[in-house]
């Protein structure tokens, strides 16, 4: 989902033979790929251009519940929402997996 190049190419080192590969992440113009690892593993490859909106919440949800997903290991860094421009700096970077703005509670707003 990244678009980086580095992580799809190790994603294709983990597959196993018959394994599907949906793209989401935009790879920068000319990256590459070892095409001989797509072929003789017998990948399929699909490109998502969105998404099942709702019924693709409603697995997650299930996912998460169950245990069968655990998040955590690509969350790399938290930043609280005025920390955007650090966040920002550390994605362009590429040293961030899942990056999370955390917004404050609207009861801390002061507001209604």
């Not at 599907?20 to 072929?39: E, F, H, R, S, T």
């Not at 650090?86 to 590429?94: D, R, S």
Request: glycine content about 14%; charged content about 20%.
């Amino acid at each position: 989902m990244s678009g980086n190049p580095r992580a799809f190419n190790d994603m294709l080192d983990c597959m196993y033979h018959g394994g599907k590969i949906a793209m989401l992440g935009i790879m920068p113009k000319g990256a590459g790929a070892d095409w001989d690892k797509v072929i003789f593993k017998g990948l399929t490859l699909y490109g998502v251009t969105g998404r099942k909106m709702y019924s693709t919440w409603h697995q997650m949800v299930r996912f998460l519940r169950a245990g069968q997903l655990d998040p955590r290991p690509v969350l790399t860094h938290r930043f609280p929402l005025e920390g955007i421009a650090e966040a920002i700096a550390i994605i362009k970077e590429g040293k961030a997996g899942k990056v999370i703005l955390e917004v404050a509670n609207p009861a801390e707003w002061g507001g209604a």
